[in-house]
């Protein structure tokens, strides 16, 4: 499935979506692998490659540039997706809306029974925008810095 969204877009052109290759997003996992290494110690991060992923990558519809690129972990009882990277040059333009109304779609297609992304709980940006999307809080991840993990940063 390829979608494409008008009036997006680094130059104001496109955004397409497409399912991607492993291969294909490998540059773009780099670029978010190390924006993560810039947040301090003890943020949670997802990796930039999960595990039996399936990906799908975000061009500029015009000249097919990589914009960038969600992952989603397929399980018996759903789909959770993370990351969804944005390079820092297209950003607020659309792709990340793109790609999840993407994957959305996807799920209703093949019947996918719940799609789930997480966010930082002081990220109430991240959260309007998922709330906007249709998700809505389920759970809450609790998470804790050993002291001696402290000591070390």
Known sequence: METTT???????????????RIEEIRP????YKAEQQ???RGEP???PIPQG??????TDAEDGEPLGYAAGTLR????????VFTRAAARRR?????LLTTIQAWAEDTRVPVVEISV?????GGRRFLEALGYEPNRILMSLVPTTARSRS
């Not at 018996?76 to 990351?83: L, M, N, S, V, Y």
């Not at 930082?120 to 109430?124: K, Q, Y």
Request: charged share 15%; with cysteine.
């Open 6 to 20: 008008e009036g997006a877009g680094p130059s104001g052109a496109g955004i397409a979506i497409r399912r991607a």
């Open 53 to 58: 992923g399936i990906f799908w990558l975000a």
């Open 94 to 98: 659309g792709v990340g809306e793109a």
């Open 38 to 40: 810039q947040r301090p």
């Open 45 to 47: 991060a997802n990796p």
């Open 28 to 31: 773009l996992a780099g670029e």
């Open 76 to 83: 018996a009882t759903g789909c959770t997706i993370g990351p």
């Open 120 to 124: 930082a709980a002081e990220n109430e």
